[in-house]
């Protein structure tokens, strides 16, 4: 298993930005996919983005598409959310999570980085 770490959030303006990372430890991400999901107040987590770490390939909620980017850094197997243009409607706890590229469900979660965007 592969333990996440994530950081970067915080209080933002509506229209900044802001940039989340998402750490592996234990072992690095090669053979994974690593998703971001978040969780708003009172509502049901809901797929962000994701990238596969051995062919880059990204995935995007439609809705955030042109918002969110998704990247990875191997030296530092690091995933990181770039989040711009932000709203309001962004406030949520986001999730790094990491499943193997043959697995069917992200098993692999980690604790939840909280952004509130400000109107």
């Known amino acids: 298993q592969v333990q996440l770490v994530e950081s970067g959030g915080g209080l933002v303006q509506a229209g900044g930005s802001l940039r989340l990372s998402c750490a592996a430890s234990?072992?690095?991400?090669?053979?994974?996919?690593v998703g971001w999901f978040r969780q708003a107040p009172g509502k049901e987590r809901e797929f962000v983005a994701a990238?596969?770490?051995?062919?880059?390939?990204?995935y995007y909620a439609d809705s955030l598409k042109g918002r969110f980017t998704i990247s990875r850094d191997n030296a530092k197997n690091t995933v990181y959310l770039q989040m711009s243009t932000l709203k309001p409607e962004d406030t949520a706890v986001y999730y790094c999570?990491?499943?193997?590229?043959?697995?069917?469900?992200?098993?692999?979660w980690g604790q939840g980085t909280q952004v509130t965007v400000s109107s």
């Open positions: 990238i596969s770490w051995n062919e880059g390939s990204t």
């Open positions: 234990g072992r690095t991400f090669s053979s994974y996919v």
């Open positions: 999570a990491a499943r193997t590229d043959s697995g069917r469900h992200y098993d692999n």
